[in-house]
């Protein structure tokens, strides 16, 4: 199968937090997104190469340096329900530039 173009769901970003908390993941916790100014709002998720890529461009006068590329970006482990920054983070935030 072509996991690029797989029909398999891609998780919301809704389920993607509620199973990050359960993880012990922060990556989402109210303390964090205020910090960043995000909400949960802000991100999407993205299946790419059959890998789940959670993302969301900067807010609020976050803008320095970016040039249209996610500020926030990470793998999500659908088994184990963590995230991480991927090997290839810049090469995903060229992809999913603006």
Partial sequence: MN???SKTRCPTIAEIARRN???????F???????????LGDFRARRIA????????THKGWNIGFAGRPSSLAEYNETTGETRTPADAQELKELLKR
């Fill in 21 to 27: 908390e359960q993880a012990g993941g922060h990556y």
């Fill in 3 to 5: 996991t690029a173009t």
């Fill in 29 to 39: 916790d109210p303390g964090t997104l205020r910090f960043f100014g995000q909400t």
């Fill in 50 to 57: 059959g890998r789940v890529i959670v993302y969301a461009f």
